[in-house]
């Protein structure tokens, strides 16, 4: 079959899944291009970037309230605000109101230990990214391995050096700024992923759906967190190239042309594109870059076939399809479940999907909508529990419906 030819399959799965989002015309620009700010030119080395930005919050932990007077006059030179708590809970409470760029906490600590704080911060997807700094004055390399395994960025003897103090200070601040510089680049993204979702009023809320159905799909397959994580963004991210292609052919309701599918299928390497700068979403690229190959090697960009296509590429994919066919668009009415279903395994009997994948997301589908005790729990090593916990019950209840 022609790569070009549409069969009633190909533009239910396919084409509906690819008009899953839109964009105006006037929204095409390159990521690259701008000029520099003049003001780049007089930044200086030893400026720090807050100094652009925000003053940097400290939190200082410690019962004793001479530690806490006596780090607070070590930082005095520089303009930052300094927030104290006595115990674990004050600072936990503190975090739940503020936004904290560093934690300094002492070893030992009344209840909750100051590794012990550490290993909550970091466990908590909120807190994980925030810097902390592990004090005490009982000497032993056992404290030392014991802070650093619970997630410290550092670990320091007590008596204090002011100097080495505010250098380890100043260091994980520029750190921490460098990070949320990321976050926001991030961010703006996610925020242009949703926003060319919403362009198609027929797709709701297709990307939170492909969020999650990618993720159960993944953790029935075994997959590690950070795989885990990189589908959970490639729900949201593996359409983003959209940007790049005109409402005229994303909003076509007939069947596109040669020339015409030749825009559209550049989304993917589009997308890549887009997203490539971010060193953090390199393993999403893989997935924004392949979900429309095919198991036979007459997908798009590359033609890969069979195991060369990456899983989480052709995890999402299964997902994708699924979605596609299971929502209405104003040219076809939305397929139950189990039509769905009996339409992907279809195309993995043309060679067109992994059958394995096919055959693990019935299954999947099957227990979920059956739901036991205690099958929602969350898997130990998901950095975010409750939130996943939540969308797998979502789904359950979505699965449960279709098949009533």
């Not at 902390?132 to 007590?158: C, P, Q, R, W, Y």
């Not at 009997?349 to 059958?355: A, F, H, I, K, P």
Request: net charge negative.
């Amino acid at each position: 079959m022609s790569a070009l030819s549409t069969t009633p399959s190909e533009r239910t799965a396919e084409q509906t899944a690819d008009q899953a989002a839109g964009r105006t015309a006037q929204q095409t620009a390159g990521p690259g291009g701008l000029p520099v700010p003049e003001a780049a030119s007089a930044y200086r080395p030893e400026q720090t970037p807050w100094e652009y930005s925000h003053t940097p919050t400290i939190l200082v932990v410690d019962a004793a309230d001479v530690n806490r007077k006596l780090l607070k006059g070590m930082l005095k030179t520089e303009p930052y605000r300094i927030l104290e708590a006595t115990r674990a809970a004050e600072a936990i409470a503190h975090l739940q109101r503020e936004e904290i760029d560093l934690i300094i906490v002492d070893l030992m600590l009344p209840g909750m230990s100051g590794s012990d704080l550490c290993r909550w911060l970091k466990a908590n997807r909120q807190t994980h990214l925030i810097p902390v700094v592990i004090l005490t004055s009982v000497h032993g390399v056992e404290n030392e391995i014991e802070s650093i395994s619970a997630g410290a960025n550092d670990f320091l003897l007590k008596p204090l050096s002011p100097a080495i103090v505010r250098t380890r200070v100043q260091s994980l601040l520029r750190h921490k700024a460098a990070i949320d510089s990321l976050e926001e680049a991030e961010t703006i993204l996610f925020a242009l992923a949703q926003a060319v979702e919403q362009r198609d009023k027929c797709t709701g809320d297709h990307c939170q759906r492909l969020a999650t159905y990618s993720v159960a799909l993944g953790m029935a397959l075994g997959l590690n967190r950070t795989d885990l994580m990189a589908l959970y963004r490639g729900g949201y991210l593996h359409d983003i190239g959209k940007v790049a292609v005109p409402d005229a052919i994303l909003f076509k309701p007939g069947k596109l042309t040669e020339e015409e599918w030749v825009v559209m299928r550049a989304h993917t390497t589009k997308g890549e594109e887009i997203c490539s700068p971010m060193k953090s979403l390199s393993s999403v690229l893989p997935i924004i870059r392949s979900h429309h190959e095919r198991w036979d090697g007459t997908g798009y960009p590359d033609g890969l076939a069979a195991e060369a296509i990456p899983l989480l590429a052709r995890v999402l994919q299964v997902a994708d399809i699924y979605d596609a066919l299971t929502t209405q668009r104003p040219y076809k009415l939305a397929l139950s479940h189990d039509e769905a279903v009996a339409m992907l395994k279809q195309e993995a009997e043309r060679g067109w999907r992994d059958s394995q994948l096919v055959t693990l997301f019935d299954r999947m589908c099957k227990e979920a909508s059956q739901p036991k005790a205690g099958d929602l729990a969350a898997p130990p090593d998901w950095p975010d529990a409750s939130p996943m916990q939540i969308s797998l019950h979502n789904m359950s209840q979505a699965l449960l419906t279709q098949h009533v």
